[in-house]
């Protein structure tokens, strides 16, 4: 399945993946350094894998050296937090305002101007590129 832009939004592109879903639905976590996202440099947008909501903007992408791809910030509307204390660990779940699908955690040991380190899932991500890539 695929989907354009709209005034209602962006649909996602595709059906999920057991592996998105076991990320997205079932609050799963991507092995450490497994993403190709880790490495994307291009201009673009991330959206939502599950329902293509605009979440973050590459100009706020960083190297946290993670494991996982990492933002300082995201965009308006776009991503809630909730309280997370599975684990053994008190944190911050980082999930899609609009579906709710689990995206990560957030921290605040990240950049200025924030301080906060949007931690997400490669997988729950859909990166849409602002120019096509043309190699």
Excluded at 32 to 47: I, V
Excluded at 88 to 105: K, P, T
Aim: hydrophobic fraction near 25%; glycine fraction near 14%; proline fraction near 9%.
């Amino acid at each position: 399945m695929t989907s354009s832009c709209t005034s209602g939004g962006c649909g996602p592109r595709a059906p999920l993946t057991p592996e998105q879903e076991q990320i997205l639905l079932g609050h799963g976590t991507e092995y450490p350094g497994s993403s190709p996202l880790n490495d994307e440099k291009r201009q673009g947008a991330y959206h939502c894998a599950a329902c293509g909501t605009l979440l973050f903007r590459s100009t706020t992408k960083y190297e946290s050296g993670s494991g996982w791809p990492s933002f300082w910030a995201a965009e308006p509307g776009g991503v809630a937090t909730r309280r997370d204390t599975s684990h053994g660990m008190v944190r911050q779940e980082a999930h899609c305002a609009q579906c709710e699908g689990h995206l990560g955690h957030v921290f605040n040991d990240g950049p200025p101007p924030t301080g906060l380190r949007y931690c997400m899932n490669g997988l729950a991500l859909d990166f849409r590129p602002d120019a096509p890539d043309n190699t």
